[in-house]
């Protein structure tokens, strides 16, 4: 597994708020996929008829090592309920080492995440190869299950008043 | 380069296809094409039968001279499976790579959902996406450089050899850098290679075996005045990249620094070594590989010797009972390799039929998993060493213990499903193959990765990672395979080689990381970041003040686009062509609150 995050139980502003989500709320997912391994598994996802939530939104990078931790927070601080990152399985990495990378970076934005209040869960990362389109689907539909537990983002409601 | 430059606002092409007609059920291109044509904000949607027909060329052509666009976004198809299709298409408008973007309805909108309104809405969210992304782009010319002509071959083995004399025959300067004294490889030390048509008035045989291919290949090599040879000679380092390397090579007494614009690497592979399979007793002399045997083959086949009995190596006894096995280090979980090396079968069953030939009334058997022969010929092959006596017995022998001079093999026979004892006097192993040491270093200076067995690999055959590299792998530096095989794969490598440099201005691919000099503050952090050594620091001096600085650059022809530096630079001072700053912001920014 690729996430390593408890869910600690803690006072976060997360748990503040998680219960009152309106009713036709449905938690906004930003994906950022890989070019060589999770993209094509999400192509192959819809090409093989599998189903998702379309609340998530698929954002095209050429290695999970591009993913700079100030789109992950951008995405946060816009209002996404949750942000997903799908790389190559380790070893597998177009580019060597990319995803190692990611790895390190997706666990230093879980802890700025924590001292800010949002729940670290609220950040996926997943290894996602070309072929894995029932593992793409199943992903994306497990993380919502767990952003709808968490209830909506706590800043994107601020931003609305 | 001092701020890179942003496109202004462009006009856009959106093109909804209404091609997949299951789609049009769910999202109906035409009037999500109306609700999204925008003309007061340059976006220019249309969705038309045509678009999907023979007469599509002509139907785009004649929008963009209509709209002016600039641009064109595609929704419909996926990036991975259509985006060469549209480039292309864009191409013969004059609209650059970096301008068209593919936004994959079909693949990851329409299907997700049952609901149609979900699937609107999803559909307008990553339209929004694309159209923005080529709104905040970077504006780009392709980045073309000059290609130096020469090219570097490294091996001289049948693959190597043909590489090198196809370049020099198309005109090209070519240096030729082989480890050891002599070029042919490992080819050139098998006396008969498989399947053989023993020259046949009906056809010629397709194989190359060293009397009737060597002589005048190598000949051919060493006397064509383009090719220079280093042999004895090691390449040291490699630096630039496609259409300008710089190569170190170090020969006997020499260092040499070569310039070239692609390199071939046809360094091949080595066998396994079955000393690490102690219960097969390799250390006794009669337990031989089958290159071991190949020598005493050999030394028979030789004129002079042709009266002589082929002699087992520790007492020269006649052997009466000789036995292969196949699989020594392949096919193997623990030892060697997990894969098939695949000219074992082909290689032991003519030694075998040629053993029985030799000696007629010895026993020659040959134990298997399966027997398998990837080449045109070889059925007829095994059918013809049946025929001729050969033993062919399907179960892996586990033991091997030298008992009285000779050999006990114990091994489950797999066809009665029964422990089995027998006797030999001679064993053959066919040992599996595996990368040439050295090869994770070669990659690590040509900046090119290995595949999970540890060779260079193959290339992807719908983007191909080697035009872009100019780095081209063949023979069996690439993995196991035959020599016709490898012959072809250095041919195909010189014509690729001949088609990119022959432009002598190549184009650089769209994805390249720059660095905006005014933000760079010389960290160095993305220089630690690139896997390829496509980043350096550059020592700079301020005109005005004096003052010594830092900057990173990159070697464009060197950079694979991977964005991982971008990421990594705490100045934000990186852009990725085609993935800028800007570009994810925007998307994030939309992907995150389009709802809301
Ligand atoms: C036992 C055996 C039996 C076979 N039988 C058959 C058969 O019956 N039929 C058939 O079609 N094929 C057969 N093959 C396969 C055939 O030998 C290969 O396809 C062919 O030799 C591959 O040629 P190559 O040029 O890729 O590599 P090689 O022939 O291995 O040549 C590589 C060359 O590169 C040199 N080199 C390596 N590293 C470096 C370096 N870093 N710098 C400079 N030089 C370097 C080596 O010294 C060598 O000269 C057999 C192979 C084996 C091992
Ligand atoms: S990481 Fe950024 S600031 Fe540091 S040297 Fe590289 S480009 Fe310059
Ligand atoms: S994009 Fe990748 S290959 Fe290019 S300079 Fe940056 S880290 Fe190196
Ligand atoms: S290319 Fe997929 S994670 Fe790097």
Redesign the pocket.
């Known amino acids: 597994m690729a996430d390593s995050s408890k869910g600690k139980k803690k006072k976060t502003t997360d748990d503040a708020t998680g219960g009152d989500a309106p009713k036709d709320w449905n938690p906004r997912i930003v994906g950022f996929l890989c070019n060589w391994c999770s993209y094509t598994g999400a192509d192959l996802a819809g090409v093989s008829r599998l189903q998702y939530t379309p609340e998530f939104i698929p954002i095209r990078v050429m290695c999970s090592g591009s993913v700079d931790v100030a789109y992950i927070l951008k995405a946060l601080l816009e209002g996404a309920d949750g942000v997903l990152i799908g790389g190559c399985h380790l070893g597998d990495c177009h580019y060597l080492n990319g995803n190692y990378k990611a790895r390190r970076r997706v666990a230093v934005v879980k802890e700025v995440m924590e001292g800010v209040g949002l729940d670290p869960r609220r950040l996926h990362l997943e290894w996602i190869s070309a072929s894995e389109s029932g593992k793409f689907a199943k992903t994306v539909s497990t993380f919502d299950e767990t952003l709808r537990q968490l209830g909506p983002n706590p800043l994107a409601k601020e931003r609305l008043l | 380069m001092p701020g890179l430059r942003k496109v202004d606002r462009l006009k856009k092409l959106l093109l909804l296809l209404p091609c997949d007609e299951e789609m049009e059920k769910l999202l109906d291109t035409r009037s999500l094409a109306e609700e999204m044509d925008d003309p007061e904000n340059w976006v220019f949607a249309r969705s038309d039968p045509r678009l999907c027909g023979p007469d599509r060329s002509d139907y785009i052509a004649d929008l963009v001279k209509e709209t002016e666009a600039q641009a064109i976004i595609v929704g419909g198809p996926s990036d991975r499976t259509h985006g060469s299709v549209w480039r292309q298409e864009a191409s013969f408008v004059g609209i650059p790579p970096d301008r068209v973007e593919l936004v994959p309805l079909v693949q990851q909108c329409v299907y997700v959902t049952d609901e149609k309104d979900a699937a609107r809405r999803r559909a307008k969210i990553m339209i929004e996406s694309a159209l923005a992304r080529v709104d905040t782009g970077i504006d780009r010319a392709v980045e073309r450089v000059k290609a130096m002509q020469a090219v570097l071959v490294?091996?001289?083995?049948?693959?190597?050899?043909q590489a090198a004399w196809d370049l020099a025959d198309f005109g090209r300067q070519v240096y030729l850098?082989?480890?050891?004294g002599e070029?042919?490889?490992?080819?050139?030390q098998?006396s008969r290679?498989?399947p053989t048509q023993d020259c046949k008035p009906d056809g010629c045989c397709p194989?190359s075996c060293r009397d009737c291919q060597f002589t005048p290949r190598i000949d051919l090599v060493t006397s064509h005045p383009l090719i220079e040879l280093l042999l004895e000679?090691?390449?040291k380092s490699i630096k630039g990249g496609i259409g300008g390397y710089q190569i170190e090579v170090h020969s006997p007494e020499v260092s040499r620094l070569l310039e070239v614009g692609a390199i071939v690497v046809?360094?091949?592979?080595v066998?396994f070594d079955a000393e690490e399979m102690g219960e097969l007793s390799p250390w006794h002399p009669d337990v031989i590989s089958?290159?071991e045997l190949?020598k005493l083959i050999d030394w028979q086949r030789k004129e002079d010797h042709a009266w002589a009995p082929l002699r087992r190596p520790s007492d020269g006894k006649v052997p009466k009972n000789i036995h292969f096995l196949q699989c020594v280090g392949s096919r193997d979980e623990h030892h060697g390799t997990i894969d098939c090396s695949l000219?074992?079968c082909?290689?032991a069953v003519?030694q075998a039929k040629d053993l029985k030939d030799m000696l007629p009334d010895a026993t020659v058997a040959i134990h298997y998993m399966d027997m398998r022969g990837p080449?045109r010929g070889f059925e007829r092959h095994y059918l013809e060493a049946q025929e001729s006596g050969v033993l062919f017995m399907r179960g892996r022998v586990v033991e091997i213990e030298p008992d009285n001079g000779n050999l006990i093999l114990s091994y489950e026979d797999i066809d009665i499903g029964e422990p089995v004892t027998m006797e030999a006097d001679l064993v053959v192993l066919s040992v599996g193959?595996l990368p040439?040491p050295?090869t994770a270093e070669?990659a690590q200076m040509l900046g090119v990765p290995l595949d999970e067995d540890g060779y260079i690999g193959e290339d992807n055959t719908t983007y191909s990672l080697w035009d872009r590299r100019g780095v081209y792998v063949?023979?069996?530096?690439a993995g196991?395979?035959?020599?016709?095989?490898?012959v072809r794969d250095?041919r195909e490598a010189a014509l690729s080689i001949d088609a990119v440099l022959r432009r002598v201005q190549i184009e650089l691919a769209d994805n390249i990381a720059e660095v905006d000099d005014e933000r760079c503050v010389g960290c160095g952090q993305c220089v630690e970041s690139c896997e390829y050594d496509a980043k350096t620091l550059e020592e700079r001096t301020d005109l005005q003040t004096g003052r010594k600085y830092r900057d990173a650059i990159v070697e464009p022809r060197r950079c694979w686009g991977c964005g991982n530096c971008h990421a990594t630079c705490p100045s934000t001072a990186i852009s990725l062509s085609g993935f800028s700053d800007d570009q994810l912001v925007r998307q994030v920014e939309i992907a995150s609150g389009g709802h809301r």
């Open positions: 490294i091996g001289g083995g049948v693959a190597g050899m850098v082989e480890r050891t070029l042919g490889g490992r080819a050139h098998l290679t498989y194989q000679s090691e390449v046809a360094t091949g592979n066998m089958f290159l190949e000219v074992c082909t290689y003519g080449y193959q040439t050295g070669l063949v023979g069996c530096a196991p395979r035959g020599i016709r095989y490898s250095g």
